[in-house]
């Protein structure tokens, strides 16, 4: 088995830069590359590790928001949580790291700017952190998170800003006692380098589901969240 030190001589300059930035040297360097690895370039692509980092990033800025604004309500940290985990947020932060640098693309991908697609970008982000947690464990991936928000000043302001149709959505349902929506992938369209997202968007306790098409899946699961609530609101007044 390869030492990590051994593991770190393995990797291309631009991920040996980027794990000193992370400051995290993985034991496991494959899901370092693996996490900037789209799936445009190979079948073994970073989509299962966003899938994870998704997750992961959501705890470590609850706790972080938890920690630092005590004295907010659920709704409003719901509210600043969702601007810190938002696609622009997170493409700031994955440019101030230099992640364009050391994506996997395809041929395609390349061409059409994939290095800077906002998309690319914060998915790949949420996938480095999907791969810390797996090489080092929850706190260590925290403290990753930490570091990657320590430039973010976290005021309660941010709470006011405007609201995504997921977030609306979550909170729609969260003051009626119902649970959270869930969201599926139910195709993926077109070429690797130019795709469409088709989501569904499902709410337990009625049953009833939406769909939203979007050239992200997050943009996607946006817009099946907007046809949701458009359809909540209308059932009230109908």
């Given at each position: 088995?390869?030492?990590?030190?051994?593991?770190?001589?393995?990797?291309?300059?631009?991920?040996?830069?980027?794990?000193?930035?992370?400051?995290?040297?993985?034991?496991?360097?494959?899901?370092?590359e693996r996490a900037l690895t789209h799936r445009s370039f190979t079948a073994d692509h970073n989509e299962r590790l966003e899938f994870l980092g998704d997750s992961v990033l959501s705890l470590a800025v609850s706790g972080l928001l938890f920690e630092k604004l005590s004295h907010l309500p659920e709704g409003d940290l719901?509210?600043?949580?969702?601007?810190?985990?938002?696609?622009?947020?997170?493409?700031?932060?994955?440019?101030?790291?230099?992640?364009?640098?050391?994506?996997?693309?395809?041929?395609?991908?390349?061409?059409?700017?994939?290095?800077?697609?906002?998309?690319?970008?914060?998915?790949?982000?949420?996938?480095?952190?999907?791969?810390?947690?797996?090489?080092?464990?929850?706190?260590?991936?925290?403290?990753?998170?930490?570091?990657?928000?320590?430039?973010?000043?976290?005021?309660?302001?941010?709470?006011?800003?405007?609201?995504?149709?997921?977030?609306?959505?979550?909170?729609?349902?969260?003051?009626?006692?119902?649970?959270?929506?869930?969201?599926?992938?139910?195709?993926?369209?077109?070429?690797?380098?130019?795709?469409?997202?088709?989501?569904?968007?499902?709410?337990?306790?009625?049953?009833?589901?939406?769909?939203?098409?979007?050239?992200?899946?997050?943009?996607?699961?946006?817009?099946?969240?907007?046809?949701?609530?458009?359809?909540?609101?209308?059932?009230?007044?109908?």
């Amino acid at each position: 088995m390869d030492t990590p030190g051994r593991a770190l001589r393995c990797l291309s300059p631009e991920l040996t830069v980027l794990q000193k930035r992370l400051q995290h040297e993985f034991a496991n360097p494959r899901l370092l590359e693996r996490a900037l690895t789209h799936r445009s370039f190979t079948a073994d692509h970073n989509e299962r590790l966003e899938f994870l980092g998704d997750s992961v990033l959501s705890l470590a800025v609850s706790g972080l928001l938890f920690e630092k604004l005590s004295h907010l309500p659920e709704g409003d940290l719901s509210r600043v949580r969702a601007n810190l985990v938002k696609q622009e947020t997170l493409v700031q932060i994955a440019t101030g790291l230099g992640l364009s640098s050391g994506l996997r693309l395809g041929d395609g991908e390349k061409r059409s700017g994939g290095h800077k697609r906002p998309s690319i970008l914060a998915d790949a982000l949420e996938a480095v952190i999907g791969a810390v947690y797996l090489d080092a464990g929850f706190e260590v991936a925290a403290a990753v998170v930490r570091r990657l928000y320590s430039g973010v000043e976290l005021n309660a302001q941010m709470s006011a800003m405007s609201k995504d149709a997921k977030t609306e959505l979550q909170e729609w349902l969260q003051g009626r006692k119902m649970k959270l929506p869930a969201y599926r992938v139910v195709a993926t369209l077109g070429e690797a380098h130019q795709q469409t997202f088709d989501v569904e968007c499902t709410v337990t306790e009625t049953g009833h589901c939406e769909r939203g098409i979007g050239a992200s899946r997050r943009a996607a699961e946006q817009a099946a969240a907007a046809a949701m609530l458009q359809h909540l609101r209308a059932s009230l007044t109908a």
